[in-house]
């Protein structure tokens, strides 16, 4: 599960054109298109535009570049040609690239028009529970470290932390050792070590943790129907700290 120099720059090239995909949905009119158009326009800019592979099409019989996940919709969701994105939803876009061999995976959460402030404020909690986590990161720290630090702000906001999905090493293949929880205890879990790559990418729920898996056996939504909101980097440990090889220009300021 160690990256050697080499390996790291690769796969940050990788986080580096990933980047540019959601920096395009940044400029993209969302409302009044289906997630199937959204798939599609994410499938044509990483082929055409990127020269880079779309990871998720075809990995474990998924037929589709991204996953579109919508207001409870926790993750995984299908695109569709019905689903509609309008005025006031959430939606995770999670997207995964491959280039040269190695592979980058970075999700956000998009406002859809005019959002409810209780759903604003879910995606914002979300999106710095996830950062919570990236700054625990550096070498000799635990895994246990960054659930932890996840967990605390989640409930400190009073939400709940989805346990049944987590982040995962990742390189040339898509999921790698180690699990990355999203909950967890201080010191406990394994010891970081530089080279290290991975992903962090915490699910927070309005509502209860409990979830269920649509029939269409990939979709997983709340149990209670609350929202759900989720972000993602892909991050490596260095001898420093934390390297966000997913990083977005507008996010320069967050580390």
């Not at 199937?36 to 020269?51: G, P, S, T």
């Not at 990871?55 to 998924?62: F, H, L, M, T």
């Not at 995976?105 to 529970?129: C, F, P």
């Not at 999921?175 to 010191?187: I, M």
Request: hydrophobic share 40%; charged share 20%; glycine share 10%.
């Amino acid at each position: 599960m160690i990256k050697h120099p080499g390996q790291v720059a690769l796969m940050a090239e990788s986080g580096r054109l990933l980047a540019s995909v959601f920096q395009m949905l940044d400029t993209t009119e969302l409302v009044g298109m289906s997630t199937l158009q959204v798939d599609a326009l994410v499938e044509q800019f990483i082929v055409e535009v990127l020269k880079a592979r779309p990871a998720s099409k075809g990995q474990y019989g998924y037929g589709f570049v991204l996953n579109c996940s919508v207001n409870e919709e926790v993750c995984h969701g299908v695109p569709s040609s019905s689903r509609i994105l309008q005025d006031g939803d959430i939606v995770n876009l999670d997207i995964t690239l491959e280039k040269n061999g190695y592979i980058a995976d970075s999700s956000k959460t998009y406002l859809i028009g005019n959002v409810s402030s209780a759903a604003q404020r879910l995606v914002r909690v979300t999106y710095e529970a996830m950062w919570q986590g990236i700054r625990a990161v550096r070498p000799g720290a635990h895994l246990g470290d960054i659930g932890a630090a996840i967990e605390c702000y989640a409930k400190r906001h009073r939400y709940s932390v989805v346990r049944e999905y987590c982040g995962h090493g990742i390189g040339q293949q898509m999921h790698e050792a180690p699990q990355v929880l999203h909950f967890g205890k201080p010191g406990t879990g394994l010891r970081l070590r530089e080279g290290m790559v991975f992903t962090i990418e915490p699910m927070l729920n309005q509502g209860t943790s409990h979830v269920r898996t649509e029939a269409d056996g990939w979709t997983v939504v709340t149990r209670d129907g609350a929202l759900s909101a989720q972000f993602e980097h892909t991050v490596a440990v260095t001898a420093s700290g934390v390297s966000v090889l997913t990083l977005r220009s507008d996010e320069a300021s967050m580390l």
